[in-house]
């Protein structure tokens, strides 16, 4: 599968799936360091600062979106809404980790999974109504998953920093 960003560059679906980073033009950084600062921001307004029409803006955003370069999103406090309860998970895994990321990726409530170096092969965050939750999911879900040889838990007390806006590169 291939794509093509705006400014002509070609992105494999394997180079999505390696996190590959891809090279951008400036508008095309631009419109994105606009999305960064404010993801509410208009197509035309983000135009006048990037000198393109409402439709072009839209079209670029589309097509980094398709080729996942970024997402939109509302990004919560989970404790704010009723999840009282996140932590980051470690674990440990016996043969293929890219497995075990899947399976685990497709638990409704880890929002997050890295595949890492060192202590864990996997880190993944959850985000889970209360201390319940957390102890079914770890029992009933995380650690029955094949493969899943040990898991440690950092529970969360309190969100101090969560954010978005590194910029371009």
């Known amino acids: 599968m291939r794509s ?4 002509s560059t070609v992105v494999t679906s394997r180079a999505r799936d390696r996190a590959l980073p891809l090279h951008l033009d400036d508008v095309s950084k631009a419109i994105v360091d606009q999305l960064q600062e404010d993801g509410r921001r208009s197509y035309a307004d983000i135009g006048k600062h990037v000198g393109l029409s409402e439709a072009a803006v839209r079209q670029r955003v589309q097509r980094l979106t398709e080729a996942g370069v970024m997402q ?13 309860r996140q ?10 980790v890219r497995e075990v990321a899947d399976r ?15 202590t864990f092969d996997l880190l993944a965050e ?21 493969g899943v040889t040990a898991t440690e838990t950092f529970v969360y007390l309190q969100l101090r920093k969560q954010a978005y806006h590194w910029g371009v590169r």
């Open 87 to 96: 932590a980051m998970i470690g674990v440990r895994v016996s043969g293929d």
């Open 126 to 146: 959850v985000v889970c109504e209360n201390d319940d939750d957390l102890i079914e999911l770890l029992n009933g879900e995380i650690r029955r998953t094949p």
């Open 104 to 118: 685990l990726a497709e638990i409704s409530a880890v929002d997050y999974v890295v595949m890492t170096a060192g």
């Open 4 to 7: 093509v960003l705006p400014d």
């Open 72 to 84: 939109i999103v509302a990004v919560t406090d989970p404790m704010q809404l009723g999840f009282t």
